[in-house]
């Protein structure tokens, strides 16, 4: 028996284990506070941080602040000798998974609760987080509709990579696999798998790629935009897949994928020069750059965070996002230049030497960006996906 099963957490009884991801186990409670039922996710085991508790904190009490639009709310935070647990609203012992190995779901049911989902992404993604770990395990079927679990591991919209964790791959966005960076764009590749998994009763299978046809043309079209292995050929947005979503439910064709990006050049440039009125930048360029960055504008963010780069050009925090946008927008010589520049102002920043790497690879840069990874290893013993890419590209290495 699971030693956690009938085991009290504080006011808590625990009943029965009801589904589970990469980054939380949920079980079934009762409390003794006169709060009925509960749902509680305990987090798994965690690599020894000392940082860690204050970044959990920092999480719960922004997962705390969220509405519950579509998601189960938190009632509190409970650090015990077993570890880490989450107190949240209770809606049913019945997840997404058990429910569609069970009898997969009709296409129509399957969109239907796809479009609910995507609206709770483009929730999340406009409150500035990145889901980064749905998986049918954590997604719980109540009466009004599919609700996510704990967000705690919803991760801040930044330039740092979305690391696989203990996530089952199978619901992984190829990025999150490879270690690479990873936005909003991911969790809309995984609302892709989750759609095939509803209507075909299968788990997704590795590595990930193209999947089996199924016999309903409209959810076919859907796949074909939400599985593309380029981010950028995917929807801009969660919102934009739940017009998609309506579109395909009354019969009519979706958008043409857009061609993959272009390969870059082996060159890295210097700086990326900046537009002639970048010494007029307005004090709200960081704000807007951010925003625009956030709704996955690329294109608008860069023009504006090289703005607030030019007006505020020791502040890392922007050349980070300014980055990562360059990187997002395919203009991965300029990136490079950027996360450089960042990393001559930070070097202790594993993350940042971390993208630095990410950039400088897209650029064919490899002997580079193998050194980019190491330090940034070095710097941050917690980088576990540089680490995971120093593997990558010593095996690669040995191939050759």
Avoid at 54 to 67: I, K, M, N, P, Y
Avoid at 150 to 174: K, M
Avoid at 355 to 377: D, E, I, P, Y
Wanted: proline content about 10%; some cysteine.
């Amino acid at each position: 028996m699971d030693p956690l099963t009938h085991h009290v957490v504080r006011n808590y009884q625990v009943d029965q284990e009801i589904g589970g991801d990469g980054y939380c186990r949920y079980f079934k409670a009762t409390s003794s506070l006169g709060e009925g039922t509960v749902t509680i996710a305990m987090l798994r085991p965690l690599p020894l941080d000392a940082a860690f508790p204050g970044r959990f904190q920092a999480q719960t009490e922004r997962a705390a602040a969220l509405d519950g639009h579509g998601l189960l709310r938190m009632l509190h935070a409970v650090q015990e000798p077993q570890g880490y647990f989450l107190v949240l609203d209770y809606c049913g012992d019945q997840t997404l998974y058990h429910r569609v190995l069970a009898q997969p779901y009709s296409p129509d049911q399957a969109m239907a609760t796809l479009a609910a989902l995507a609206d709770t992404l483009q929730y999340l993604h406009r409150s500035g987080l990145v889901h980064g770990a749905l998986h049918p395990q954590a997604v719980f079927l109540g009466t009004e509709g599919p609700r996510l679990g704990w967000l705690g591991v919803a991760r801040a919209v930044d330039p740092i990579s979305l690391a696989a964790g203990n996530q089952e791959p199978a619901f992984l966005a190829p990025e999150q696999c490879q270690g690479l960076p990873a936005d909003g764009r991911s969790d809309l590749y995984t609302l892709g798998l989750l759609l095939w998994f509803m209507v075909t009763g299968q788990v997704p299978p590795l590595p990930p790629g193209p999947l089996p046809r199924t016999a309903d043309p409209r959810v076919d079209a859907l796949l074909g935009r939400l599985l593309t292995t380029s981010p950028r050929q995917r929807p801009r947005s969660a919102r934009r897949v739940g017009e998609e979503i309506a579109t395909a439910q009354a019969g009519q064709p979706l958008e043409a994928v857009p061609p993959p990006p272009g390969p870059p050049s082996a060159a890295v440039s210097s700086f990326p020069p900046l537009p002639p009125e970048a010494e007029q930048a307005p004090p709200t360029a960081i704000t807007l750059g951010l925003a625009a960055y956030q709704d996955q504008r690329f294109e608008e963010a860069v023009r504006l965070l090289s703005l607030a780069a030019a007006s505020s050009p020791r502040n890392v925090r922007v050349l980070g996002y300014l980055g990562s946008a360059l990187y997002q927008c395919g203009r991965h010589q300029e990136a490079a230049a950027v996360f450089q520049n960042a990393v001559q102002i930070r070097p202790e920043s594993g993350r940042l030497r971390y993208n630095l790497g990410n950039a400088l690879l897209a650029c064919g840069c490899r002997k580079a960006a193998l050194a980019a990874f190491q330090v940034a290893w070095e710097a941050d013993p917690h980088c576990t996906a540089a680490l995971l890419a120093i593997t990558r590209l010593e095996k690669e290495t040995s191939r050759d």
